[in-house]
Nanobody
């Protein structure tokens, strides 16, 4: 069984910073892609940032230059450093990991429970 546990959300004023963390645990053979998605009320879940095991990253246009994703592969952990936060960044942020439970399996997506980020104006 695989679990993803997020931490680091909270309430911050516009212009402030937060750092999200997500640890994957359980029966894991390898993790390819780890990333962060977010969902605001009434909106669809959207990709914020993602990182492959090799270090390739991609970001939503709305967060480029403000957010930075990083990984510690040895700890199965992904981070999201969020700077210059805006009220429109307010959402529930979900950690995602695309991984193999066993060698030879198909890759499967796993999700964390979500952490609330609220940016006040």
């Amino acid at each position: 069984q695989v679990q993803l546990v997020e931490s680091g959300g909270g309430l911050v004023q516009a212009g402030g910073s937060l750092r999200l963390s997500c640890v994957a645990s359980g029966r894991i053979f390898s993790i390819n892609r780890m990333g962060w998605y977010r969902q605001a009320p009434g909106n669809q879940r959207e990709l914020v940032a993602a990182s492959t095991r090799g270090g390739n990253t991609n970001y939503a246009d709305s967060v480029k230059g403000r957010f930075t994703i990083s990984r510690d592969n040895a700890k199965n952990t992904v981070y999201l450093q969020m700077n210059s936060l805006k009220p429109e960044d307010t959402a529930v942020y979900y950690c995602n990991a695309r991984l193999l439970v066993r060698f030879g399996d198909y890759e499967t997506d796993y999700w964390g429970q979500g952490t609330q980020v609220t940016v006040s104006s």
